[in-house]
């Protein structure tokens, strides 16, 4: 353990740098560390964010791998640059603090976690997909559920394209599920035949969607919305399409398997391609894409 560790060692990132960094971080080369208090990560956190208080650091910090780069944040800046410098005496090397906190951060945030364990870490890549097989097809039902709730036209279509969105997705992943079924058939000696993706999703449960997020829960939001329009359509598939990354950012910790870990980055990926999709398309209103 290095016994002195000062500020001026502490490498600091600017919010516009770090959400730089993490958009590209494709790999998962860097870890973000919120240290706040369980109720200010409810309330609103940076996408994958780890939440481990300040006063459990030093106790938990065995939850972060020495590997990869880590980003610290708090409120202000002030906690984390505290946990930065513990880190740093604990011999972490790619510290980095996030200037200003949360105040400063001009981008998405994400509220709640997930409180049913989807996925606790003991699980095999093949039962990650079925998961994630089960969330698409959850997300799938909630965008074609959401658009006969709404009156406006142009709501609709919105909903309408994110139904297509999701079903092209649910069909890739289908795709990677068909796959690593038949190789672990093929292993055992088996000989049957492979469930068609229609009779996959009769069995998939549908009470959860994107992110762990409960389907009529969202829904009851929705019909609250009386006069909702187009932009506020995708301001609801962007909410969505964040929370699904969150989760798969954040589950990445729990999972100790090479090959599940990679699944994980490439479905978090993979909702980061929706998100800029949806962050186009919002900007694009506005004459700005």
């Not at 870490?121 to 089960?134: D, H, K, Q, R």
């Not at 996959?200 to 549908?206: A, F, I, K, V």
Request: net charge negative; glycine share 8%.
């Amino acid at each position: 353990m290095k016994l002195n560790c000062s500020i001026d060692e502490i490498k600091r990132f600017t919010p516009h740098e770090a959400k730089k960094i993490l958009d590209s971080d494709a790999l998962g080369a860097f870890q973000l560390l919120d240290v706040r208090q369980p109720r200010e990560y409810e309330a609103g956190h940076i996408p994958g964010a780890k939440l481990i208080p300040l006063g459990e650091l030093e106790y938990r910090y065995g939850e972060l791998d020495k590997e990869h780069g880590i980003i610290s944040y708090c409120r202000t800046g002030h906690r984390s640059m505290a946990a930065s410098i513990l880190l740093c005496g604990l011999g972490f090397e790619n510290v980095y603090n996030l200037n200003g906190g949360i105040r400063t951060w001009d981008y998405e945030v994400v509220k709640g976690t997930t409180e049913d364990k989807l996925i606790t870490g003991g699980e095999e890549t093949f039962n990650v997909l079925i998961v994630a097989l089960m969330l698409e097809k959850g997300a799938l039902e909630f965008y074609t559920k959401a658009q006969r709730l709404v009156k406006d036209e142009k709501a609709v279509e919105v909903f309408q394209r994110l139904v297509a969105m999701e079903d092209t997705h649910l069909q890739r992943l289908y795709m990677r599920y068909s796959q690593l079924l038949w190789e672990m058939k093929s292993l055992l000696g088996a000989a049957d035949e492979l469930p068609s993706l229609d009779q996959l999703r009769e069995e998939l449960s549908t009470a959860y969607m994107e992110g762990g997020m409960r389907i009529n829960e969202e829904l009851v939001k929705i019909e609250d919305l009386e006069f909702m329009d187009d932009l506020e359509a995708l301001e609801i598939g962007l909410e969505k399409e964040y929370a699904a990354y969150d989760f798969y950012t954040r589950v990445v910790d729990t999972v100790g398997d090479h090959k599940t870990r990679n699944l994980l980055h490439e479905l978090a990926g993979e909702e980061k391609g929706h998100i800029n999709l949806l962050l186009r398309e919002i900007a694009g209103r506005d004459g700005t894409a």
